[in-house]
């Protein structure tokens, strides 16, 4: 098996509204297995950049309380979200997965912004 095991990642961020004084947005994920094998989605490392340079990391267990197993060529969706202090953020990451032979790896999430409809974007 190769030492890179292809899985898509793909984001789409929407901006819900203000809460309070943050910025709330919700990201619906898309992951797709592009192995030859089953894989099984274990952590997630977020790190969160907000306009004002400010950064947060989130670290935990699969994902929205779920540690889905993808068979090769099949997909798996889930939304979540963020709120932040700016109307401009950005998001990225990783994935841990481990494969049915038992081989850790991790894939990137690729950055994508989150932004109000009317914040500039630079």
Do not use: E, Y
């Given at each position: 098996m190769n030492s890179k095991i292809p899985v898509q990642v793909v984001a789409q961020p929407e901006f819900l509204g203000q809460h309070e004084d943050k910025f709330?947005?919700?990201y619906t994920i898309y992951?797709?297995?592009?192995?030859?094998?089953s894989i099984t989605l274990r952590n997630r490392h977020?790190?969160?950049t907000h306009a004002d340079g400010s950064v947060e990391e989130v670290i935990g267990e699969g994902v929205i309380g779920e540690t889905p197993e993808l068979a090769p060529g099949k997909s798996y969706s889930y939304t979540s979200g963020a709120?932040?202090?700016?109307?401009?953020?950005s998001m990225r990451g990783s994935y841990g997965f481990v494969t049915e032979d038992g081989h850790s790896f991790r894939t990137a999430i690729p950055e994508f912004t989150l932004h109000t409809?009317?914040?500039p974007l630079h």
């Open positions: 709330a947005f919700a992951i797709t297995n592009r192995s030859d094998q977020w790190i969160i709120l932040i202090p700016t109307p401009v953020g409809p009317d914040a």
